[in-house]
């Protein structure tokens, strides 16, 4: 038997090459710790495949746990030069020069030493051993202990074999004298069964663990991150349409012959005042003006009060109505009268800053004085009248007035506008052209501040009709079906022309030109149920049979899914 030395960094491919071309028929690998042969277990089944080829009996001696576990799961017979199969530390007793064990069996001429009879019987027992003599039930053979210079002794030769190659039966392998008696070795394996599995056990430890954790990561990540994305492509079809329409605001119910729509009346109005600096200096005489809250502390009768009606003070200083104002009926409640009241404006009856008093809690009425309506129509000042002078104080020219008025126009415009399209009706369109803003009063009043501003008091109403744009795509829809039935809009563009409102009448009439593309008719939310959990086989199966279909592409990730997810959170359907 022939020891082969491996260097830690010989390949498998130099260690074959040696095997073969070594003369001995068995050999013994001797591999160091942290060899290079152990990285990868194909290494050691190249050496079982090739020495086998060759007729070679091969075996493996480390003291690298690894190495000898690859060589155990390659088949190779494998072992520890110094420790027994229970891991304890193995009797040298085989571990002896060559030179010493051939003198021993060529010296016949001279006497053995009575004192060597125990390591002669031991040597027997090895021989016997080596030829297939040991005997099945010896447990345990004695050896001198090892001295201190076989220790450290040159690395052991191997000993041929002394059994007879022509004795019939089956050849035991050699073992080399670094290694455990074969019959030790059985012995042991009968008493401690168990301890021989622990290798195997540590392989398939560290191959199946592995192999596990990774089986359940690529199941997890299928399972809780998976996603399937469904792309689905159809023929489409170009459509033109062309049609005048009226939308009526006192129909209630669409009339697609007549291509008559169901239309809605919007108004709002809107007032403001606005200050200007004016920009001329004269020689004025102004009367105060300001607003009085007027009471009906009299009947439940309502009561007309003209324009120029007199309400003087308590030290007899008159102001006049500016306006007509009907003050509403008192609340008769038990049989005691609740006042009523509204508010008017009211101006100095003469100029000057005397005027401008207030707040005042009562004003008379003198008109009704000697009546029984005196003392229970009165007037109150909750705020002072202002405006009263005679001097000299900015005041407005023309100019001054007329871009006022524009001005405070531009701004109800605007407001009215943006406050329209701010909170313009859901579900209704309105088209540019059908709505208008009417200035319905521009109001200059020429009294400036005390900074020498005038104020010009603006009113102004919003109108639009509209039509609800559901009715026109129900319109629409019911046309284009006539020619492509189950078919739905992909692409709409309507183009509106020759708008024209009637705000009295609640008309309004313009013409459309519409330029789609249709497709059929599909809901991604149905077929994505349909699709939960099945197979991809099975999917493109549903997609094949889908009418007018164009192509269509199934994607999963990871890429080993072989099913579209359970949850619909995970499934994408794109309609292209």
Same mark, same amino acid.
């Given at each position: 038997?022939?020891?082969?030395?491996?260097?830690?960094?010989?390949?498998?491919?130099?260690?074959?090459?040696?095997?073969?071309?070594?003369?001995?028929?068995?050999?013994?690998?001797?591999?160091?710790?942290?060899?290079?042969?152990?990285?990868?277990?194909?290494?050691?089944?190249?050496?079982?495949?090739?020495?086998?080829?060759?007729?070679?009996?091969?075996?493996?001696?480390?003291?690298?746990?690894?190495?000898?576990?690859?060589?155990?799961?390659?088949?190779?017979?494998?072992?520890?030069?110094?420790?027994?199969?229970?891991?304890?530390?193995?009797?040298?007793?085989?571990?002896?020069?060559?030179?010493?064990?051939?003198?021993?069996?060529?010296?016949?001429?001279?006497?053995?030493?009575?004192?060597?009879?125990?390591?002669?019987?031991?040597?027997?027992?090895?021989?016997?051993?080596?030829?297939?003599?040991?005997?099945?039930?010896?447990?345990?053979?004695?050896?001198?202990?090892?001295?201190?210079?076989?220790?450290?002794?040159?690395?052991?030769?191997?000993?041929?074999?002394?059994?007879?190659?022509?004795?019939?039966?089956?050849?035991?392998?050699?073992?080399?004298?670094?290694?455990?008696?074969?019959?030790?070795?059985?012995?042991?394996?009968?008493?401690?069964?168990?301890?021989?599995?622990?290798?195997?056990?540590?392989?398939?430890?560290?191959?199946?663990?592995?192999?596990?954790?990774?089986?359940?990561?690529?199941?997890?990540?299928?399972?809780?991150?998976?996603?399937?994305?469904?792309?689905?492509?159809?023929?489409?079809?170009?459509?033109?349409?062309?049609?005048?329409?009226?939308?009526?605001?006192?129909?209630?119910?669409?009339?697609?012959?007549?291509?008559?729509?169901?239309?809605?009346?919007?108004?709002?109005?809107?007032?403001?005042?606005?200050?200007?600096?004016?920009?001329?200096?004269?020689?004025?005489?102004?009367?105060?003006?300001?607003?009085?809250?007027?009471?009906?502390?009299?009947?439940?009768?309502?009561?007309?009060?003209?324009?120029?009606?007199?309400?003087?003070?308590?030290?007899?200083?008159?102001?006049?109505?500016?306006?007509?104002?009907?003050?509403?009926?008192?609340?008769?409640?038990?049989g005691k009268i609740i006042p009523a009241s509204i508010e008017g404006s009211i101006v100095a009856d003469k100029p000057g800053p005397d005027y401008n008093v207030g707040p005042l809690d009562r004003l008379e009425i003198p008109g009704f004085k000697g009546t029984a309506r005196y003392g229970k129509f009165y007037g109150e000042l909750s705020k002072p009248t202002t405006g009263g002078f005679i001097g000299k104080k900015p005041v407005p020219n023309a100019k001054?007035?007329?871009?006022?008025?524009?001005?405070?126009?531009?701004?109800?415009?605007?407001?009215?506008?943006?406050?329209?399209?701010?909170? =313009?009706? *859901? #579900? @209704?369109?309105?088209? %540019?052209?059908?709505?208008?803003?009417?200035?319905?009063?521009?109001?200059? $009043?020429? +009294?400036?501040?005390?900074?020498?501003?005038?104020?010009?008091?603006?009113?102004?109403?919003? =109108?639009? *009709? #509209? @039509?609800?744009?559901? %009715?026109?795509?129900?319109?629409?829809?019911?046309?284009?079906?006539?020619? $492509?039935? +189950?078919?739905?809009?992909?692409?709409?563009?309507?183009?509106?022309?020759?708008?024209?409102?009637?705000?009295?009448?609640?008309?309004?009439?313009?013409?459309?030109?519409?330029?789609?593309?249709?497709?059929?008719?599909?809901?991604?939310?149905?077929?994505?149920?349909?699709?939960?959990?099945?197979?991809?086989?099975?999917?493109?199966?549903?997609?094949?049979?889908?009418?007018?279909?164009?192509?269509?592409?199934?994607?999963?990730?990871?890429?080993?899914?072989?099913?579209?997810?359970?949850?619909?959170?995970?499934?994408?359907?794109?309609?292209?």
């Open positions: 038997m022939k020891k082969i030395l491996v260097d830690r960094n010989e390949t498998p491919v130099s260690v074959v090459e040696r095997i073969i071309a070594d003369q001995d028929t068995d050999i013994v690998l001797v591999i160091p710790k942290n060899s290079v042969l152990k990285e990868s277990m194909a290494n050691f089944n190249l050496i079982r495949r090739e020495a086998a080829g060759a007729q070679k009996n091969v075996s493996v001696e480390s003291v690298d746990e690894d190495v000898l576990a690859l060589a155990k799961a390659a088949k190779l017979e494998s072992g520890h030069p110094l420790l027994r199969n229970d891991g304890r530390l193995q009797p040298l007793m085989d571990i002896r020069s060559r030179k010493k064990t051939v003198k021993t069996k060529t010296e016949t001429t001279e006497p053995q030493p009575e004192k060597n009879t125990q390591e002669q019987a031991s040597l027997k027992k090895k021989e016997k051993v080596k030829n297939g003599e040991g005997v099945k039930n010896q447990v345990t053979v004695s050896a001198p202990p090892i001295t201190a210079p076989a220790i450290t002794a040159p690395p052991p030769k191997l000993i041929s074999s002394v059994s007879p190659r022509e004795e019939p039966g089956p050849r035991p392998v050699p073992v080399p004298e670094s290694t455990s008696l074969k019959p030790r070795e059985q012995e042991r394996d009968e008493e401690e069964p168990g301890r021989r599995r622990f290798p195997k056990l540590k392989l398939v430890l560290w191959i199946g663990i592995p192999v596990v954790v990774f089986g359940a990561t690529i199941w997890a990540v299928g399972a809780f991150f998976g996603h399937a994305t469904i792309t689905i492509s159809f023929k489409k079809t170009p459509w033109l349409y062309e049609n005048n329409f009226l939308v009526d605001t006192a129909t209630v119910k669409m009339v697609p012959e007549k291509a008559l729509l169901p239309g809605e009346l919007f108004t709002q109005q809107k007032n403001m005042t606005q200050l200007f600096v004016a920009s001329d200096n004269r020689d004025v005489s102004q009367k105060a003006a300001g607003r009085i809250t007027i009471y009906n502390a009299y009947s439940s009768a309502p009561q007309t009060l003209v324009a120029t009606t007199r309400f003087t003070t308590s030290d007899g200083k008159i102001f006049r109505l500016t306006d007509q104002v009907i003050v509403p009926g008192a609340e008769i409640k038990d001054d007035v007329a871009a006022a008025k524009t001005k405070t126009a531009d701004v109800l415009t605007s407001n009215l506008s943006n406050a329209f399209l701010n909170n =313009r009706p *859901i #579900g @209704f369109k309105i088209l %540019d052209g059908a709505s208008e803003i009417k200035i319905v009063k521009l109001t200059v $009043n020429e +009294n400036t501040d005390a900074k020498g501003n005038f104020s010009v008091f603006g009113e102004a109403t919003f =109108r639009a *009709i #509209g @039509f609800r744009e559901s %009715d026109m795509q129900l319109f629409l829809g019911a046309s284009a079906t006539k020619d $492509n039935p +189950n078919s739905i809009f992909e692409e709409l563009n309507p183009d509106y022309a020759n708008i024209k409102p009637d705000f009295e009448k609640g008309h309004l009439s313009f013409s459309l030109k519409v330029n789609a593309v249709l497709r059929p008719a599909f809901s991604d939310t149905e077929f994505k149920n349909r699709v939960l959990g099945r197979g991809v086989d099975e999917t493109r199966s549903l997609i094949a049979v889908l009418p007018e279909l164009g192509n269509a592409k199934v994607s999963l990730w990871p890429f080993w899914l072989g099913s579209v997810p359970k949850d619909p959170a995970r499934v994408e359907i794109v309609v292209n």
